[in-house]
């Protein structure tokens, strides 16, 4: 089926909810809330219909009976009824010559309905019709307003409006999941920590729309920096290595893959009626593609952000500066957990970080070998230096900055100072400031609205870092490879 065709899920001209209600606390009537409202915003462009056999009026909108009465043309439909009667919905659809259709109902092949999924199947390849779905949540764009997510965004709690399900704002990272009920989480994380989406994808059952069309779409989405997928199952390996190994060419993938365990594979079964398959197995085809792995929500989320933000680190050698000798330890150990050497600084920079010594730039008592430790005297001048000396180092490729701001002798304004500093790098930077309290989190963001990830704790900072050099190996290996090739074509041309 043509791949085009997946630019009507993210830019329709038109609308239609099959299933829209007048009962708030159902998915017909939120999902047509929500169109409403980003069309008062003016970020939905497009046209919108309400089909409901039932009433007249919903929202203020007329209902049609059936998306063949509406007499403009409709692009996508999102359908939010019965299961027994969405082959028929999605016949009229195909009456109507509607390009896509984002199947939000349940009861197919999840609880066992095969037959039901199967003639859904039929229906949209005769007509030739594109599916997100069915048992999803649907798509959410920050960019054009297309939100079928049907999880309401405000709940009320005493009287009070509560943030439930809130969107996050517009961003660079692109969202890829299988699970509905992980990717409302995701949004909510990422609303909350004001992280920026550009399209989030909740897939389901994947009875057309898989991961590898989604891939091969957001690989040349201007919007798309970054691509995170949460995944239980592939069903098209060989074509999702293919894809996923062309699109990480462009930009970084990097993912979580539930269902390790025989019981979590098991549970992944009766979730979306997935075959989880060996873990080894996706292991393997994610390394050969470039796909970064990892092992949890809030990894996928720590290294989505680095990737966005920061450039690849090729070579891999890696420094990391602190106030606190314990934190710096904890960054050491994660990074060789992970298969990252923090490797002895080479002996000319030995050299000119002893001289810094001698000179009271930083504190004779020091540790300089990697990490360099500025112990509880810290001052915003010593970070300062001694990331001037980092940056100018030939040797380092990666920095990791370990700010801890409970030390009295760090002024309030230190995270400036060190923007002003890092803005004169090429290389990646990571930070990490510790703590929930008031001046961490302001600290922490003064940081990230410069371009600088910054982390809560130490081992998340290092685990972002080493997403960086992952990547960066995967690109200087493509590259490496480009090379040979180049050169082989070329003796090949030779008399």
Same mark, same amino acid.
């Given at each position: 089926?043509? !791949?085009? @065709?997946?630019?009507? +899920? ?33 970020? +939905? ?6 089909? @409901? ?39 009229? *659809? ?14 197919? $092949? ?26 999803? %949540? ?15 965004? =405000?709940? #009320? ?7 439930? &399900?809130?969107?996050? /704002? ?6 890829? =999941? ?20 550009? $399209? ?37 390996? +060989? ?63 720590? *290294?989505?952000?680095? %990737? ?13 500066? #602190? ?10 150990? &994660? ?33 300089? /070998? ?18 001037? #000396? ?13 700010? !801890?701001?409970?030390?009295?002798? %760090?002024?309030?304004? +230190? ?16 930070? *990490? ?43 200087? $290996?493509?590259?490496? /490879? ?9 003796? #090949?041309?030779?008399?």
């Amino acid at each position: 089926m043509d !791949l085009g @065709n997946i630019d009507v +899920f993210f830019k329709p001209r038109g609308v239609a909810v099959i299933g829209a209600a007048r009962e708030s606390f159902k998915p017909g009537h939120v999902i047509l809330r929500n169109f409403l409202e980003n069309m008062m915003n003016g970020v +939905f462009n497009g046209e919108l219909y309400a089909v @409901n056999p039932n009433v007249e009026r919903v929202l203020g909108l007329r209902c049609y009976k059936s998306v063949r009465d509406i007499s403009e043309a409709v692009d996508l439909s999102i359908i939010a009824i019965p299961a027994r009667l969405v082959p028929e919905a999605l016949e009229e *659809c195909g009456g109507k010559n509607v390009g896509g259709a984002i199947i939000i109902s349940s009861g197919f $092949k999840e609880v066992g309905n095969n037959e039901l999924e199967e003639e859904v199947k039929r229906i949209s390849r005769r007509y030739g019709i594109r599916v997100i779905g069915p048992n999803c %949540l649907g798509v959410y764009d920050a960019y054009t307003g297309v939100d079928t997510i049907f999880l309401q965004q =405000t709940r #009320t709690i005493g009287g009070s409006p509560v943030l439930a &399900t809130p969107r996050p /704002k517009p961003g660079p990272i692109s969202i890829i =999941t299988q699970s509905g009920a992980i990717g409302a989480a995701i949004l909510d994380y990422m609303s909350g920590v004001e992280m920026g989406v550009s $399209k989030f994808v909740s897939y389901g059952n994947k009875v057309d729309v898989d991961e590898v069309d989604l891939i091969e779409y957001l690989k040349n989405d201007e919007k798309t920096r970054v691509i995170a997928l949460y995944v239980e199952s592939i069903d098209r390996g +060989f074509e999702f290595i293919e894809a996923a190994s062309k699109a990480s060419l462009k930009k970084p993938i990097v993912a979580m893959k539930a269902g390790r365990s025989e019981g979590g594979a098991r549970a992944a079964a009766s979730h979306t009626g997935a075959l989880a398959g060996s873990y080894r197995i996706y292991e393997a085809a994610f390394k050969q593609s470039g796909v970064i792995l990892v092992q949890s929500l809030e990894e996928l989320m720590d *290294c989505a952000k680095a %990737l966005a933000y920061q450039p690849p680190a090729p070579e891999g050698n890696i420094a990391i500066v #602190t106030d606190g000798g314990g934190a710096g330890i904890m960054a050491v150990d &994660t990074l060789e957990s992970l298969g990252v050497r923090v490797n002895v600084f080479p002996e000319d920079l030995l050299r000119r970080l002893e001289e810094m010594r001698r000179k009271n730039i930083i504190p004779m008592f020091a540790a300089i /070998k990697n990490p360099i430790d500025l112990t509880g005297i810290a001052t915003a001048e010593m970070y300062i230096e001694s990331l001037k #000396t980092l940056i100018q180092s030939s040797w380092v490729n990666c920095i990791l900055i370990i700010a !801890l701001h409970h030390i009295p002798t %760090l002024e309030g304004d +230190f995270p400036d100072r060190i923007i002003e500093i890092c803005r004169e790098s090429a290389k990646p930077i990571i930070a *990490c400031d510790i703590g929930e309290a008031e001046m961490g989190k302001r600290v922490r963001s003064r940081l990230e609205k410069a371009g600088i990830p910054a982390y809560q704790t130490p081992e998340r900072a290092a685990t972002a870092a080493w997403s960086l050099i992952e990547y960066g190996k995967h690109i200087k $290996k493509l590259a490496l /490879k480009t090379i040979i090739s180049s050169i082989s074509q070329l003796n #090949t041309l030779k008399p």
